[in-house]
């Protein structure tokens, strides 16, 4: 997969709507044939189900993904944030620069080291996610 796909990923999850490819793209300002081929790569992937014509819709697995690709990005911020002194804006856009960088193995370390936060510097909720070997409340 690419960064692409992983972003595709991350809007349909906070939209929480089933969205054409149409409107992805509008939304996104990524070509339509370049949405194309990334939904098919999910779809091929069982993240997305989606047909010609109708919305993509997240399958659980998706929605898992979505999880885990949104709390490595809010871990990373708290820690640009605490260890580095990022302002919290400046830590929650280098943030999703690097979420794809961190192994979920680096991500459970750093949620460990702050006691499990729920909330990430920017005031987001962060979620836990099958992959978080910490705390496991309810999803």
């Known amino acids: 997969m690419v960064k692409l796909d992983y972003d595709v990923i991350k809007v349909l999850f906070r939209t929480n709507n089933l969205l054409k490819i149409g409107e992805l793209s509008n939304r996104m300002e990524v070509p339509h044939s370049t949405l194309g081929s990334c939904i ?3 779809k091929a992937h069982g993240l997305v189900k989606y047909e ?13 993904l979505a999880k885990e690709i949104l709390r490595h990005k809010h871990l990373i ?19 999703e620069k690097l979420n794809l960088i961190f192994s979920c193995e680096t991500i459970n370390k750093i949620c460990e080291k702050y006691g499990h936060p729920k909330e990430c510097p920017c005031g987001e909720t962060i979620l836990n996610s099958r992959f978080c070997f910490c705390e496991q409340s309810s999803y």
């Open 40 to 42: 098919g790569r999910l």
């Open 77 to 95: 911020e708290m820690l640009l944030y605490r260890e580095i002194h990022l302002s919290r804006e400046k830590a929650h856009e280098e943030s």
């Open 52 to 64: 010609p014509y109708y919305e993509v819709k997240l399958t659980s697995e998706g929605k898992e």
